[in-house]
């Protein structure tokens, strides 16, 4: 049976992650890694949690053995807007991290789940059905560090026989976490804002289209991708998957179906519009499809329902419609 080192498990993905896999393999053989141990107290009450720098890699490598790891979903990284604000720094989390984890594998054999991101892909990249295998000329350094980040995993696979696999994920959307800084995080921050405020301020042009995914299918993808038998895979590293494409009028109206007051301004921040204009609108993710059977689960009509239910409870907000205009 496996035992599982999550690192950046405080994180957006990571959080929700840890507690789908402790649900499925036991809550002792799921250990969760992150830098504010603190500030989650879930992770702490349900099994062991550890806080140490993605950069040591002694620290690692003594998770690992202490704790018998034989899989290894590393997800400490820095996202796309903080890592243009301190590219050295994300250079450090994103790519030195990952080395230090491909080392520690490379040396107790574990196994290495990376996730890549739409942000791999550049604007020479066909924006519509992008291809599995197409050019990768990002444009920023969270991008580049996703670009080589799954070549050094490819590299770790044929060099040293590490048994290493990953995902391109899309934007994700989630109720349990806050947004991490990243470019996608209007599709989060939307929901919060119709119960809260009845109205939402958007940092996106109104038809900017990009892949999005609600998180119970990208944690569904992680897991099959581990699960999946290693022979079929022809990809390994990277594999694109996607659920749903949408632009942020498109998810207004339909919140608006729930909320009917509920409006949207718009704000463009130049920073985050360049970052979205440079990435896919929707993915090819047919390899994924019929290399080990991907298959998401929810639409955006089926995701915004699931959305306000669960904040409606968080936020202890009205069962029907949000807080009202601002």
Known sequence: MQRILITGATGQIGSELTLALREK??????????????TDRELAETGPLLSFDIRDGA???????????????HLA?????????????????NIDGLRNV???????GCRVFFPSSIGAFGPETPSVNTPQ??????????????????????????????????????????HRTPPGGGTTDYAVEIYYAALQHGSYECF????????????????????ALMEADGAKLRHRNAYNVTAMSFA???????????????????????????????????????????????RPRYDLPAMTRDMLEQLRVKLNAPQEGGHGAE
Not at 78 to 89: H, I
Not at 249 to 262: G, L, N, S, T, V
């Open 25 to 38: 393999y036991g809550t002792d053989r799921v250990v969760a890694a992150g830098h504010r141990r603190e």
């Open 133 to 174: 295998i197409t050019i990768q000329r990002p444009k920023t350094l969270y991008g580049i560090t996703k670009v080589a980040g799954e070549l050094l995993c490819d590299y770790y696979h044929r060099r040293y026989g590490v048994d290493t696999r990953g995902l391109r994920f899309p934007g994700l959307i989630s």
């Open 77 to 93: 990284s820095l996202l796309s807007t903080v890592a243009e604000k301190n590219p050295q720094l994300a250079w450090a989390i």
């Open 204 to 223: 996106l042009h109104a038809n900017t289209r990009l892949d999005m995914m609600y998180m119970p299918d990208a944690l569904d993808a992680a897991v």
């Open 248 to 294: 942020p009028d498109d998810i207004a109206a339909e919140i608006r179906k729930m909320i009917p007051a509920f409006h949207m301004r718009y704000a463009v921040d130049p920073l985050r519009q360049s970052i979205a204009e440079s990435w896919p609108r929707n993915m090819d993710d047919s390899a994924a499809r019929s290399d080990w059977g991907w």
């Open 59 to 73: 620290a690692i490598r003594d998770a690992v053995r202490e704790y018998r790891i034989d899989t290894i979903y």
């Open 102 to 108: 491909l080392e520690v594998a490379k040396e107790t």
